[in-house]
């Protein structure tokens, strides 16, 4: 789930495609995805960053047509979500808690070299997304969100989602936006 500063982006429930929608829910564009899963999306103020899953393991940066304008290697083996966090892209991996496709790696966009790497705190990690000062990530287990230090990992704040099977989560400069895998409806919480 992304913000592009007037419109939200979603993974579409109904296949691989891309959906901005404004906020009543209603699609204003499709695009396709470039493969097959996607899964994470965030907005680095000019396009959106793209991961997919399941064999795929790549990150596309994409116009608003869906044009791929760069793809990088994931560092981890079923990404998920993005955030795009002063310039610099961070991807988690769905398995978390000990498991070493559960970390979160802080990448340099123009290479995709690792520059920083720490484990999640989530289990079946879904969302990324960044509230201006902490990474903020939903786990479909447990329906968790958490509040992350990008610098160093540690989680500044966790609790629960009233979505079953959150996927996306991002921030508008006010508010947080989740959305649900399984139902076609958004949370919106009011974070301090």
Known sequence: MAFDG????????????ICQIDWSGNVLTEISSPQQNPRGLTWDGQALWLSVDWGKDGIYRLDTTGKVLKKLPSPTHQPSGLAWVDGALFIVGTHGEGSPYGNIYKLYPETGRVLL??????????????????LLLVSSVGSRFYRIDPTNGLTVEQGRTTLPNPTGITWDGKKVWISSATEDRVQVLSLQ
């Open 6 to 17: 007037k419109y939200l982006w979603v993974v579409c429930s109904d296949g691989d495609k």
């Open 117 to 134: 790497k720490f484990q999640s705190p989530g289990d079946r990690n879904e969302g990324l997304g960044y509230d201006g000062k902490n």
